[in-house]
């Protein structure tokens, strides 16, 4: 019986021998394990626990790469946009030129008589039309709102004068805000990214039927003066009626977009106004001159709108771009400042790990 017991001992004791063999193939198992699991530990990205504070940090600085990659696809998106308009605004000046020239030589002929041409005939102001020019977009900065403003100043002092006043708007901002305001609102046009002839004479039409059917006695054009790429300027103009001497020596100017030393830049150009075109004494007209000026009016009409458009249109795209480049530079400096936080929550974790690795060591000793 008792040579049963011992050998029953001597066995336990062999299931927990710590003999050098033993003790190396147990090892040799466990390493051939975390060796077969290797690759997929070394691709599994660093998870930092600190109440979850680092990993909400690096997914916001991704975020916020992403938007300034965006914000800065839009800034040269605006400045091609900003080239075309320019192109249109040269392309549409010899026609503004001749238009004056033959205008001025058919006024100086007349002897200076216009009181038969009801677009040059100044009448007593007791209605005016506004029309205002905003963008159909957003994300350009004080554009809109600077606009919407002079015309919001501009209606209450023309009421404050005891002036009735009635409004033609241009550009989906601009009409959002006017209608949910109840103003006095005739007709309403869309303000496209490449405004064209077509448009302007709807608008141009509009304006002169009502003109010239005595609803209104003057109209009044707001729009944005393009002044360069970082400024642009609210303007008021009395677009109809109209002022014969203003139109023969009125100049003009064009702008030109240049890209100098990798930034954006615009030229100004000063153009002269177009010498009055010379009708010989005994050169017959087979229409009245007055009849003539009647139909080249609305056509300088439509020049007019149509220039006033692509100016700002321009104005819009040059403030989109300042406010893409105002987002990008805010997103670079975020970025920063949310790699630093990241750096030092991370260090935090480093340390805390490290602590408590050394307390786990002592607490063994």
């Known amino acids: 019986m008792k040579l049963i017991c011992l050998t029953s001992l001597l066995a336990s004791a062999a299931a927990f021998t710590t003999n050098g063999a033993a003790f190396t193939t147990h090892s040799y198992n466990v390493g051939q394990r975390v060796a077969s699991e290797g690759p997929a530990h070394r691709t599994r990205k660093a998870t930092i626990v600190m109440d979850g504070k680092a990993n909400a940090i690096r997914d916001r600085i991704s975020s916020v790469n992403n938007t300034k990659k965006i914000t800065s696809a839009m800034k040269l998106v605006a400045a091609a946009k900003v080239r075309r308009a320019q192109d249109a605004v040269?392309?549409?000046?010899?026609?503004?030129?001749?238009?004056?020239?033959?205008?001025?030589?058919l006024v100086e002929r007349m002897g200076g008589d216009t009181a038969d041409i009801p677009l040059l005939t100044q009448r007593e102001v007791n209605k005016v039309t506004i029309c205002c020019i905003t963008g159909d977009r957003g994300l350009c900065g004080g554009y809109n709102s600077f606009m919407i403003k002079k015309a919001e100043a501009r209606y209450k002092e023309l009421k404050a004068a005891g002036v009735e006043v009635d409004m033609v708007l241009v550009g989906k901002k601009g009409i959002s805000y006017f209608e949910n305001r109840s103003f006095p609102i005739r007709k309403t046009f869309e303000c496209t990214q490449n405004p064209d002839s077509k448009q302007a004479l709807a608008i141009s039409e509009e304006l002169l039927n009502t003109y010239?059917?005595?609803?209104?006695?003057?109209?009044?054009?707001?729009?944005?003066?393009?002044?360069?790429?970082?400024a642009s300027a609210p303007a008021v103009r009395t677009l109809v009626p109209f002022s014969a001497s203003e139109i023969s020596s009125k100049g003009?100017?064009?702008?030109?977009?240049?890209?100098?030393?990798?930034?954006?830049?615009?030229?100004r150009t000063e153009l002269e106004a177009a010498e009055?075109?010379?009708?010989?004494?005994?050169?017959?007209?087979?229409?009245?001159?007055?009849q003539i000026v009647n139909s080249i009016l609305p056509l300088y009409l439509?020049?007019?709108?149509?220039?006033?458009?692509?100016?700002?249109?321009?104005?819009?795209?040059?403030?989109?771009?300042?406010?893409?480049?105002?987002?990008?530079?805010?997103?670079?400096?975020?970025?920063?400042?949310?790699?630093?936080?990241?750096?030092?929550a991370r260090q935090a974790a480093v340390t805390q790990e490290i602590l408590e690795i050394v307390s786990g060591a002592s607490a063994l000793e």
């Not at 010239?212 to 970082?230: C, H, P, R």
């Not at 003009?252 to 030229?267: A, I, K, N, P």
């Not at 075109?277 to 009245?288: C, K, T």
């Open 90 to 105: 040269i392309a549409t000046r010899p026609f503004s030129e001749t238009l004056q020239s033959v205008f001025g030589g």
């Open 212 to 230: 010239l059917a005595g609803e209104t006695d003057a109209v009044e054009l707001l729009y944005t003066k393009f002044v360069s790429l970082i």
């Open 252 to 267: 003009d100017e064009v702008f030109q977009l240049t890209s100098s030393g990798g930034d954006f830049d615009v030229e």
């Open 276 to 290: 009055p075109q010379e009708f010989p004494n005994d050169m017959i007209f087979e229409q009245d001159p007055t």
């Open 302 to 344: 439509n020049g007019q709108i149509l220039r006033t458009l692509q100016e700002s249109v321009a104005s819009e795209l040059a403030a989109r771009m300042q406010a893409m480049q105002a987002a990008s530079d805010n997103a670079k400096s975020l970025e920063k400042d949310l790699s630093m936080q990241y750096n030092r």
